[in-house]
């Protein structure tokens, strides 16, 4: 039997908030060699890291910190190595969260405020598409009225991060609305993110995450 191309290795980091089981056989599905672990050795030297989030903004925050998730996110964006947040592990990639008035502070990979859903029925909870660039990356592949599965009550309304160097590629930012438009996924770089859950999201999230593998 051929043992043709190796397959990526994946770590769903392990900090307390995440669905990690459902995160693991999603990626396992697609062809990634998957481990669930918050161990710093085996996250920094994988192909790819996945930080899964799911609750409040300042409890992921307070696990993530507690298991130098934050310090690995940074260690690994630095040198170019790719990382993917998914629903509140999209979220603390950017500046600031405020919850019930408190406010928290995120990574701030990127600027922005993840604040409440302005919408007549939240959480906004259920089936919904997005409106991707042209140029994605992320969504290649995928029809423009696939549907996604989200669970959300907070979001990041306004996109401000502006790349002024021509030779730097400027993130590409994909929106939804639930109420109100929202950043529904990122790619920047070495980072991407959804609001969405692709391992919750069927095939079309099944495509979503090989487009990210492949990117490995």
Not at 21 to 27: F, K, Q, T, V
Not at 67 to 86: E, F, H, K, N, T
Not at 111 to 140: C, R
Not at 192 to 206: I, L, N, R, V
């Amino acid at each position: 039997m051929s043992t043709g191309t190796p397959r990526k290795k994946v770590v769903v980091f392990d900090y307390g908030f995440g669905n990690v089981r459902s995160a693991e056989r999603a990626l396992a599905h697609v062809g990634a060699d998957v481990e669930i672990t918050r161990d710093y050795d085996t996250a920094m030297n994988a192909d790819g890291l996945l930080v899964p989030g799911v609750g409040a903004f300042s409890a992921c925050m307070q696990g993530l910190r507690a298991a130098r998730g934050d310090w690995i996110v940074g260690r690994r964006l630095s040198g170019g190595r790719p990382v993917m947040g998914i629903c509140v592990g999209m979220q603390i990639l950017f500046e600031r969260g405020i919850e019930h008035g408190v406010e928290t502070e995120g990574l701030d990979e990127w600027p922005g405020t993840v604040g409440p859903l302005k919408a007549p029925i939240v959480p906004h909870m259920g089936w919904n598409t997005v409106k991707a660039p042209e140029d994605s990356e992320l969504f290649a592949g995928l029809d423009a009225d696939a549907r996604f599965y989200f669970v959300h009550s907070y979001a990041v309304h306004d996109w401000s991060l502006e790349v002024t160097n021509p030779k730097i590629r400027a993130p590409r930012v994909t929106w939804a609305t639930h109420g109100e438009p929202f950043v529904a996924a990122v790619e920047n770089g070495a980072l991407w993110a959804t609001q969405f859950h692709p391992e919750k999201s069927g095939d079309a999230g099944a495509q979503l995450l090989t487009n990210w593998i492949g990117t490995l």
